[in-house]
């Protein structure tokens, strides 16, 4: 994962992780706030079929808020192509 200067990473703490034993480690940036404290997420298992939106209503009672989720899982590429079974990070906001 490059990281080019002017980017909204440039000064993120980034990580490899994997989240079984048998997936390769994929980066994870590490948000740091200082104004707002420490950010909780819940995790999601990806279905396929789901769209953002549907996941966002479920934990934000609103759609709109599909954006917030892409924000919080940079490892996903495409998010029109997510692998059913996949992780992701629903942060508690």
């Keep these: 994962m ?4 002017g ?8 990580d ?3 989240t ?9 940036v590490f948000y740091t706030f200082s104004d707002i404290g420490t950010i909780t997420y ?3 298992t ?8 549907q996941i966002a209503d479920k934990y934000y009672n609103n ?7 892409p924000e919080f899982n940079p490892e996903v590429f495409d998010f029109t192509d997510i692998k ?8 508690n906001v």
Aim: glycine residues 4%.
């Design 7 to 14: 980017s909204r990473y440039e000064y993120s703490v980034i």
């Design 84 to 91: 059913p079974g996949t992780l992701l990070r629903i942060p």
């Design 20 to 28: 079984t034993s048998t997936t390769p480690e994929e980066p994870i």
């Design 63 to 69: 759609p709109e808020y599909w954006w917030v989720i």
């Design 16 to 18: 490899y992780v994997s």
């Design 46 to 53: 990806y279905v396929s079929g789901e769209r953002l939106d």
């Design 42 to 44: 819940y995790t999601h």
């Design 2 to 5: 490059t990281i080019y200067k």
